[in-house]
């Protein structure tokens, strides 16, 4: 699918959508790694979260944050880059107005820009983060947490403590009116390196249940 360019805060945001196949199906964000570190919308993670999503039927977007490959803009330490992702699912949503249900989903510094875009949009109703980075960044703001969805850590991750994962997990398990998934992959570093089987298993399974007419989570 060739790239597109969607309107964003400091000019134009580089950008693969797979269309809607039908009115009133969901509609998910993918949102990738740090621009600093090399992150970006074509990173394998996230690439895999998007494929997972389109075979699912959702409309799908991933962007470059502001900055990278074909992005306008500079890096905003993470202001800008959650501007940058409620400007994309602002696009999505005028695009697909009659979406049923909005998910968002991001690994590492993009689940952190994920978790701070559904505070500010009741309408996401679940989440995906892959190695949220909690021991370098603030998760106080969620508070409370309006979403029900997952967190998948690695065991062996070098970047994002497993630990202060578990806190966060903690901390949102103590609210109420949602629930939180947590999954350990063992072995598995950073970038899933020789796991990424296993860490799609994990999102899939995840999926199987929350879209089942029947899940006790809407």
Request: hydrophobic share 40%.
């Amino acid at each position: 699918m060739p790239a597109i360019a969607i309107p964003g805060p400091e000019g134009r945001l580089e950008a693969r959508f797979s269309p809607p196949p039908r009115p009133r199906t969901p509609i998910a964000m993918i949102l990738h790694p740090h621009p600093q570190a090399g992150g970006t919308m074509n990173d394998r993670i996230t690439q895999q979260l998007y494929k997972t999503f389109v075979a699912r039927g959702f409309g799908v977007l991933r962007f470059n944050f502001r900055g990278v490959g074909r992005s306008e803009g500079e890096f905003d330490n993470g202001i800008g880059e959650l501007s940058d992702a409620a400007s994309a699912l602002d696009w999505v949503q005028s695009f697909h107005p009659e979406a049923s249900t909005t998910w968002i989903a991001g690994f590492s510094f993009g689940a952190w820009i994920g978790m701070q875009l559904l505070m500010r949009r009741p309408e996401i109703r679940g989440f995906i983060s892959v190695a949220p980075p909690a021991n370098m960044y603030d998760f106080s703001f969620l508070a409370p947490c309006p979403s029900s969805g997952i967190i998948i850590q690695g065991v062996n991750d070098e970047v994002v403590n497993p630990n202060a994962v578990q806190k966060l997990v903690d901390k949102l398990r103590t609210q109420r009116h949602i629930t939180i998934h947590h999954d350990e992959i063992p072995r598995a570093n950073h970038f899933f390196e020789n796991e990424m089987d296993m860490l799609m298993a994990s999102v899939n399974n995840y999926l199987d249940f929350r879209l089942d007419p029947n899940s006790p989570i809407k």
